[in-house]
């Protein structure tokens, strides 16, 4: 794996898939970032990789309604398949849009969180595919860090039981380094993003450590 030193001046651009440790395999993965940055990217393009080992990708999100979500992942959808080929956990109070969604009252809801899930389990089974949460950073808005950190902790050991493996965005700007610290020990590869005169450069942190690189999508992905 190509690696970029603190020496080098020039940022290469790389794929995500070029700089993931090549063990990455089921491993657990948080995209931090601070808010405004296109860190959504960088996970999307992890999702998408769901498609790959043939199965469509779980998501929850506790920021956009699922119509939302579908709008703002379409370009990241592989060639010969759609948006709606995925099942969504939608914790924003709004009516299920389709028979491959479930609705939870509030983000504050963990419990219910945990219930679509496994319904989503007990209808498409497991094995091979990623599961989203958008983002970890809404969670801390509605509960504290205990009982979050309980959470994802049952939500990744719930998907490495069935052969799946999570991708979480974190608002880095939003969290303590002491929280966010505590969360680091829940996921062994870590995707640090930020912006840089309108560029989206990330590095991977874990057992493998890069330097920066300016982000680059794959070329198979939807314009």
Partial sequence: ??????????????????????????????????????KDEIAFEILADSWVAGREPFVITATDTDAQFRERFESFVPDGHRADERYVIDCTEQTPSSQSSCSVNSPVDLTGIAVCLSKGYDQYGGGGRRVLLDTISTLLIYSN???????????????????????????????????RNTLFQLFPIVVEVRDESDTTLFRVRGDTETGWYEFQRQQGDSQ
């Fill in 1 to 38: 794996m190509a690696k970029v030193t603190s020496e080098e001046t020039t940022i290469r651009k790389q794929t995500v898939a070029d700089v993931l440790p090549n063990s990455m395999g089921g491993s657990d993965v948080l995209v931090m970032g601070p808010t405004l940055s296109d």
């Fill in 145 to 179: 860090m205990e009982r979050v950190y309980r959470f994802i902790s049952k939500l990744n050991s719930r998907a490495s039981e069935l052969g799946d493996s999570t991708v979480q965005l974190l608002d880095s700007d939003a969290i303590d380094s002491e929280d």
